[in-house]
Nanobody, 116 residues
Framework: QVQLVESGGGLVQPGGSLRLSCVVS????????MSWYRQAPGTEREWVAS????????YYADSVKGRFTISRDNAKNTVYLQMNGLKFEDTAVYYC?????????WGQGTQVTVSS
């Protein structure tokens, strides 16, 4: 059974940093495009960042560009999201998603709360 397990969320002050991890099992991780999404209360889930299968290309939503960095380690079946300069509006549940052609899988999410 495919599993995506996120971790690394928590409570952080504005301007702080967090590093999210998503460990993937039971699929050929290295062929999947990996993405991070987030969903704040009362809003739709929104795309945050993506990285191609080899890790050589990355893409970001304008709201996080320059502050967040997505990366992956195919040997560890893990994708990361380094989040710096966190703002109140970054508060959300963060989800990782694995995509290959028409197949996709979601993790269960990890809560990130930015508060003073």
């Amino acid at each position: 059974q495919v599993q995506l397990v996120e971790s690394g969320g928590g409570l952080v002050q504005p301007g702080g940093s967090l590093r999210l991890s998503c460990v993937v099992s039971e699929l050929t991780f290295s062929i999947y495009v990996m993405s991070w999404y987030r969903q704040a209360p009362g809003t739709e889930r929104e795309w945050v960042a993506s990285i191609n299968s080899a890790g050589g290309s990355t893409y970001y939503a304008d709201s996080v560009k320059g502050r967040f960095t997505i990366s992956r380690d195919n040997a560890k079946n893990t994708v990361y999201l380094q989040m710096n300069g966190l703002k109140f509006e970054d508060t959300a549940v963060y989800y990782c998603k694995a995509i290959h052609n028409s197949a996709y899988y979601w993790g269960q999410g990890t809560q990130v709360t930015v508060s003073s």
